[in-house]
């Protein structure tokens, strides 16, 4: 999944939750708390954005990974003068 894939999905993710957490908020008090809400918000925004910068962070490590095995594959394919 490419960088742009993953982000909106985790933006439809935590979307979802958020809709959720508001319903369930207003079916079980009998007023709206906003900065409980906010700070509930922020959380599960929280989620997906660091699970995204893991797996960006992951993904990363291993293209320069390979990068380096193709480089150090390349020197190796290199002849030399007599």
């Known amino acids: 999944m490419d960088t742009s894939g993953l982000v909106i999905a985790g933006l439809i993710s935590a979307g979802g939750a958020v809709i959720i957490l508001a319903l369930l908020i207003v079916v079980t008090t009998e007023r709206w708390n906003?900065?409980?809400?906010?700070?509930?918000?922020?959380?599960?925004?929280?989620?997906?954005?660091?699970?995204?910068?893991?797996?960006?962070?992951?993904?990363?490590?291993?293209?320069?990974?390979?990068a380096g095995i193709a480089q150090r594959s390349a020197a190796d394919d290199v002849p030399t003068a007599p």
């Open 34 to 66: 906003l900065g409980q809400t906010l700070i509930w918000v922020l959380v599960i925004f929280a989620i997906p954005v660091l699970g995204a910068l893991v797996f960006l962070i992951l993904d990363h490590q291993r293209k320069v990974s390979l």
